[in-house]
């Protein structure tokens, strides 16, 4: 049974390495590509820390595994619900994203934190909170009800 999994992430694994990782930098209009990046300058764009491709890609695909496992391990039983919590929380931790903002000045301004570092703590912070969200909905909806239920 074990070896569909390995033989599907091997699979994936070659295919996705014959192509490049890295897309070529093309500076925008009016920037200068000679002048060195000072690390703060795309505060306003999304950026994460550069990690090894290979690290990326066998953690992108151990998650796919583990709803994969988890789906057929007892989670296809409750699925709708899990579609909920997944949902639920994914829509609390996009509106509420906002809160982390102060969060984030405090951390550049008082801490001197540069800009890109208090971004990657406030953003993983946030993605603890999101995870604590959909665990606890998950624990309310299907774990608690099934307890309750009087045999």
């Not at 699925?79 to 809160?99: D, L, N």
């Not at 990657?120 to 307890?147: D, F, N, P, Q, R």
């Amino acid at each position: 049974m074990l070896r569909i999994p390995c033989l599907l992430l091997t699979i994936l694994t070659i295919f996705i390495f014959q192509y490049p990782q890295e897309p070529p930098y093309y500076p925008p209009p009016g920037e200068d590509p000679n002048l060195p990046d000072t690390g703060d300058a795309g505060i306003g764009e999304f950026f994460w820390p550069d990690f090894n491709p290979t690290v990326v890609w066998v953690a992108f695909i151990i998650g796919i595994l583990i709803y994969l496992f988890g789906y057929l391990a007892g989670g296809k039983l409750s699925f709708g619900k899990i579609i909920v919590c997944v949902t639920v929380a994914s829509i609390i931790g996009f509106f509420s994203r906002a809160v982390m903002n102060p969060f984030f000045g405090f951390l550049v301004n008082s801490f001197g934190f540069s800009a890109r570092s208090a971004y990657i703590l406030t953003s993983t912070i946030w993605m603890i909170y999101v995870l604590g969200v959909g665990i606890m909905l998950y624990e309310m909806l299907i774990v608690t009800a099934e307890e309750a239920r009087p045999d």
